[in-house]
């Protein structure tokens, strides 16, 4: 039955007001709207609602076109008609625009020759890998007691960093030799020479024990890249095209930066410069995408991206995704003392603790509790499962113990407020909390659970006091120093928080306490620092900015980057309130935390009961195989096992999803169908697939987990949270971090809905796809972007942005 909702204001003044009523009342399914009503304190309307709105609108082809922002900042029908007529003449006015390129055809042929030719070179990898290593043990390290095992250790340890360090270096050279701006044909056989030097670069331990280090820099070189002097790179993720990479003396490149050098997009790859001048800072958590540049002195906020072609002038600040300019200061650490001879030393120590103890202590651990299961046990499989259970009961026991125990022993060492200078002590303990801070299998283990605030408090975080709800924190958390945490009373995060209690220049650094307020909700993927200008009972949306500057931000909604307010929760958001309070909440909670407790004993033992696979075909390679054909058959077992653990994790979600419910369409997080969602959530095996990035076998997995994927889509590191309800069309793109999420959780109240994307769609790198949202055929969405719930882009649409809208 429709409703009236009528009030005392003006009529409909225009003809835009008259559509505009008329849309929303069609979408509100009332008879009519006031133009003069609130959209969210007097209709009810939510985001999802508004974002159908605003598509509707769209398609009517006669009406201005109006985003998500502008419905925000106009919450009634008169302001948003008045703010879109004052824009349309400067939108229907002539200007310059890029046309958006035809997506590069692909074929089967090069499709099956492409993936053939990925599994045979993994295939010779393992090969030369398995036979390097095990006859240089038997050579340098078999036979050996006492102190020249050790030696042995540490000049087998030695040689084998060494040539691990060296072969994607000479894999560059050799295969692709400087690269150069390009365009390269997804599935070709010059998209096969660059995934072999990515896969390389990307698969190799050192650069991630590099991090944070001077080495790091000379890695680079090493590859190509043009880095200067005092430069700081506390980002893991490793740039591929190196040659096209220009860091200027003494710039900072902070956490979870993507500077790869290249992109996905409309099937090919995309391969163009990235260049930092002297004195940079790029904040937390940021993305530069090909053809950008900063100058002298410039700074990037976190949660911000400059998008191809963007450029920031000398001494500007800017922030944003797109970037645009700001007077907010991000660097807030004066410098400190720290030469070139400190660099050195501490390059120096850093090297010889991995020769001398890091590849000793792993090698002969591996060794001595091989050689202790063997000599004690006998028969394949209960070796295979005594080794596993200790190998991984025993890493989980003693890192538990590390991550409560270390950050406060540590944090004697290192005084808040106060500057230190990088390369010393305390910054090697800086950087020790800031790895225990950063680990994601306890955060994963506990998750979406009420056993997640034990943890934490272990952790060293303050939560007290707590008001426990089941869902307090999800599976992804980190941060830089747990003991300078802390998260306020009744505060929910959703997913993805990563909490930033570290300033660092390129000779400093000091730790700060960063405090979320009470009664606050944290969506996905948010970057919290130090001095975040909120207080209580705040919404913070997902991939929002959080702002440093300005008044300290109470009672509202913070959404997009650079923030902006919108309302803190709307009426129809609060149906399940009465789930969480009084005996509604004890007896929700209750049957949640046993279900839970299921869950944690059901990831524990298909995790470990993956580790008892490959042992048994590790140790089988090894005791079982003599003779001409050992290395081969060896070589082809231990690649096997990694083959075969990916695909049985795969296979557990997809045993579980079919004897769960569907993800309900709305629900209380007390309703038993959203702790099954949760328990998809902590099996949820996209860390096993990174080795399927950008070949064609990755499509077969996310087939078996229940994605609806067509043929030929290039996948370079996507994350798809609801496998079942997400459709993929043919020739896709999906970038590296980008993510697809068909459903959201604030406070109590879950919600999710299909997410479909035509043919031939891009999404870029790091961008994030909200549920019940459709991207017609041959759309492309930009880097870092937030494309909202609800939203329906045209074919053929680029759209970008924070939240997103048509570019």
């Given at each position: 039955m429709s409703v009236l909702i009528e009030n005392e204001s003006k009529p409909a003044t225009n003809g835009v007001e008259s559509m505009f009523a008329e849309v929303l009342a069609d979408v509100l399914r009332v008879d009519r709207v006031s133009?003069?009503?609130?959209?969210?304190?007097?209709?009810?309307?939510?985001?999802?609602?508004?974002?159908?709105?605003?598509?509707?609108?769209?398609?009517?082809?006669?009406?201005?076109?109006?985003?998500?922002?502008?419905?925000?900042?106009?919450?009634?029908?008169?302001?948003?008609?008045?703010?879109?007529?004052?824009?349309?003449?400067?939108?229907?006015?002539?200007?310059?625009?890029?046309?958006?390129?035809?997506?590069?055809?692909?074929?089967?042929?090069?499709?099956?020759?492409?993936?053939?030719?990925?599994?045979?070179?993994?295939?010779?990898?393992?090969?030369?890998?398995?036979?390097?290593?095990?006859?240089?043990?038997?050579?340098?390290?078999?036979?050996?007691?006492?102190?020249?095992?050790?030696?042995?250790?540490?000049?087998?340890?030695?040689?084998?960093?060494?040539?691990?360090?060296?072969?994607?270096?000479?894999?560059?050279?050799?295969?692709?030799?400087?690269?150069?701006?390009?365009?390269?044909?997804?599935?070709?056989?010059?998209?096969?020479?660059?995934?072999i030097v990515k896969s390389l670069i990307r698969a190799n331990p050192v650069g991630y024990l590099f991090v944070g280090s001077p080495l790091y820099g000379l890695y680079l070189r090493a590859l190509g890249a043009k880095v200067g002097p005092g430069v700081l790179i506390l980002s893991r993720r490793i740039p591929v095209c190196t040659d096209l990479l220009t860091i200027?003396?003494?710039?900072?490149?902070?956490?979870?930066?993507?500077?790869?050098?290249?992109?996905?997009?409309?099937?090919?790859?995309?391969?163009?410069?990235?260049?930092?001048?002297?004195?940079?800072?790029?904040?937390?958590?940021?993305?530069?995408?090909?053809?950008?540049?900063?100058?002298?002195?410039?700074q990037l906020g976190h949660s911000s991206a400059l998008l191809r072609g963007q450029s920031v002038p000398c001494g500007e600040r800017w922030h944003g995704s797109p970037a645009q300019r700001t007077e907010v200061n991000y660097v807030r650490v004066?410098?400190?003392?720290?030469?070139?001879?400190?660099?050195?030393?501490?390059?120096?120590?850093?090297?010889?603790?991995?020769?001398?103890v890091h590849m000793p202590l792993l090698l002969g651990g591996l060794d001595l509790l091989f050689i202790a299961v063997s000599s004690l046990i006998r028969g394949l499989f209960v070796e295979a499962l005594v080794f596993s259970v200790v190998l991984f009961f025993g890493v989980v026991l003693v890192g538990l113990l590390a991550v409560g125990i270390v950050p406060r022993v540590l944090s004697l060492f290192i005084e808040p407020e106060r500057v230190y200078p990088l390369y010393g002590f305390r910054y090697t303990a800086h950087r020790a909390m800031v790895k225990l801070g950063r680990l994601e299998f306890f955060p994963l283990l506990f998750g979406d659970s009420s056993y997640i605030v034990h943890y934490l408090n272990w952790l060293g975080y303050r939560l007290r006091p707590v008001e426990q709800t089941g869902s307090n924190f999800g599976s992804e958390v980190i941060t830089s120093n747990p003991l300078l945490t802390s998260v306020g009373s009744g505060t929910m995060v959703a997913d993805g928080l990563n909490v930033v209690n570290d300033e660092v220049s390129s000779t400093s650094f000091r730790v700060s306490r960063a405090a979320i307020g009470p009664r606050t909700f944290i969506g996905n993927d948010v970057t919290y620092p130090a001095g975040g200008a909120t207080g209580a009972n705040c919404l913070l949306?997902?991939?929002?900015?959080?702002?440093?500057?300005?008044?300290?931000?109470?009672?509202?909604?913070?959404?997009?980057?650079?923030?902006?307010?919108?309302?803190?929760?709307?009426?129809?958001?609060?149906?399940?309130?009465?789930?969480?309070?009084?005996?509604?909440?004890?007896?929700?909670l209750a049957a949640k935390n046993r279900f839970n407790l299921q869950s944690i004993g059901i990831f524990l033992f298909t995790r470990w009961l993956g580790v008892f696979l490959m042992a048994v075909i590790d140790l089988a390679a090894?005791?079982?195989?003599?003779?001409?054909?050992?290395?081969?058959?060896?070589?082809?077992?231990?690649?096997?096992?990694?083959?075969?653990?990916?695909?049985?994790?795969?296979?557990?979600?997809?045993?579980?999803?079919?004897?769960?419910?569907?993800?309900?369409?709305?629900?209380?997080?007390?309703?038993?169908?959203?702790?099954?969602?949760?328990r998809i959530w902590k099996l949820h095996p996209f860390h096993f697939f990174h080795i399927f990035n950008g070949t064609p076998f990755k499509n077969v997995i996310w087939r078996l987990i229940g994605v609806r994927i067509g043929t030929r889509t290039f996948d370079d590191g996507v994350y798809i949270s609801e496998p079942t309800i997400t459709a993929v069309g043919d020739e896709c793109v999906l970038n590296e971090r980008s993510k697809i999420q068909c459903d959201s959780q604030e406070d109590g109240t879950y919600k999710s809905g299909p997410t479909t994307l035509g043919d031939g769609c891009t999404v870029g790198v790091g961008a994030f796809v909200h549920y019940g949202v459709t991207m017609g055929d041959g759309s492309v969405l930009a880097a870092d972007s937030f494309l909202m719930k609800g939203e329906h882009v045209p074919p053929g649409a680029r759209w970008g942005g924070n939240p997103a809208r048509e570019m």
């Open positions: 133009v003069d009503s609130h959209f969210f304190d007097e209709l009810g309307a939510d985001s999802l609602v508004m974002a159908h709105f605003c598509a509707r609108v769209r398609k009517r082809g006669n009406l201005p076109s109006v985003s998500m922002k502008d419905v925000y900042a106009h919450p009634t029908i008169r302001d948003l008609a008045a703010a879109a007529l004052d824009l349309a003449p400067a939108t229907a006015a002539p200007r310059a625009t890029a046309a958006l390129e035809l997506p590069t055809p692909t074929n089967a042929r090069e499709y099956v020759l492409c993936g053939a030719l990925q599994a045979l070179f993994y295939l010779g990898y393992s090969y030369l890998g398995v036979l390097a290593a095990t006859e240089g043990f038997q050579w340098m390290v078999a036979g050996s007691v006492g102190v020249e095992s050790y030696l042995r250790l540490v000049l087998f340890g030695g040689v084998a960093f060494f040539v691990v360090c060296a072969v994607p270096i000479a894999a560059k050279w050799l295969i692709i030799g400087r690269w150069k701006p390009q365009s390269i044909r997804i599935w070709s056989l010059a998209y096969v020479r660059f995934w200027g003396a003494r710039t900072v490149i902070r956490n979870e930066a993507i500077f790869n050098g290249y992109r996905a997009n409309a099937g090919r790859i995309e391969i163009g410069p990235v260049t930092l001048g002297r004195d940079v800072f790029v904040g937390e958590a940021t993305v530069l995408d090909i053809e950008t540049s900063m100058g002298n002195g410039a004066p410098p400190a003392p720290c030469g070139t001879l400190h660099r050195a030393r501490y390059a120096g120590l850093a090297l010889l603790g991995i020769l001398f949306a997902t991939k929002v900015m959080v702002p440093l500057d300005g008044k300290v931000r109470e009672g509202v909604g913070l959404l997009g980057s650079p923030p902006f307010e919108v309302p803190r929760s709307v009426e129809r958001d609060s149906r399940f309130d009465h789930l969480r309070t009084g005996e509604a909440l004890r007896r929700g090894i005791k079982l195989f003599y003779g001409v054909f050992a290395h081969t058959i060896m070589a082809t077992l231990f690649t096997l096992s990694t083959v075969v653990a990916a695909v049985y994790y795969a296979l557990v979600e997809r045993c579980l999803e079919a004897i769960s419910p569907p993800p309900p369409a709305i629900c209380s997080i007390y309703d038993p169908d959203f702790w099954w969602v949760e």
